[in-house]
Nanobody, 119 residues
Framework: QVQLVESGGGLVQPGGSLRLSCAASGSIFSITMGWYRQAPGKQREMVAVLTKGGVTNYADSVKGRFTISRDNAKNTVYLQMNSLKPEDTAVYYC??????????????WGQGTQVTVSS
């Protein structure tokens, strides 16, 4: 069984910072790990992804403020969030993409962690 364990969410004032982490339970291989978020009444959106080869992709709304990093050996991904805005308030979900696989699910998801940016 593969599980993604998330931590680091919480309440922060505008302009503050948070660091999210997500670790896969085992040594499962992944091509891409990343973060998605879903605000109330909104669809889930990609925030940042990082491939095994080090290629990053960020949503335009977070470029210059968020930084994604990855520990390939541990299948762990981090999201450093700076200069937080109220619009960043959402449940953040960790994602692990195994790429093409012979069987089983390609994608795994964390349970979600709440990030609230408010005065």
């Amino acid at each position: 069984q593969v599980q993604l364990v998330e931590s680091g969410g919480g309440l922060v004032q505008p302009g503050g910072s948070l660091r999210l982490s997500c670790a896969a339970s085992g040594s499962i291989f992944s091509i891409t790990m990343g973060w998605y978020r879903q605000a109330p009444g909104k669809q889930r959106e990609m925030v940042a992804v990082l491939t095994k080869g080090g290629v990053t992709n960020y949503a335009d709304s977070v470029k210059g403020r968020f930084t994604i990093s990855r520990d390939n050996a541990k299948n762990t991904v981090y999201l450093q969030m700076n200069s937080l805005k109220p619009e960043d308030t959402a449940v953040y979900y960790c994602n692990l993409d195994r790429g093409p696989v012979r069987s089983g699910p390609r994608n795994y998801w964390g349970q979600g962690t709440q990030v609230t940016v408010s005065s």
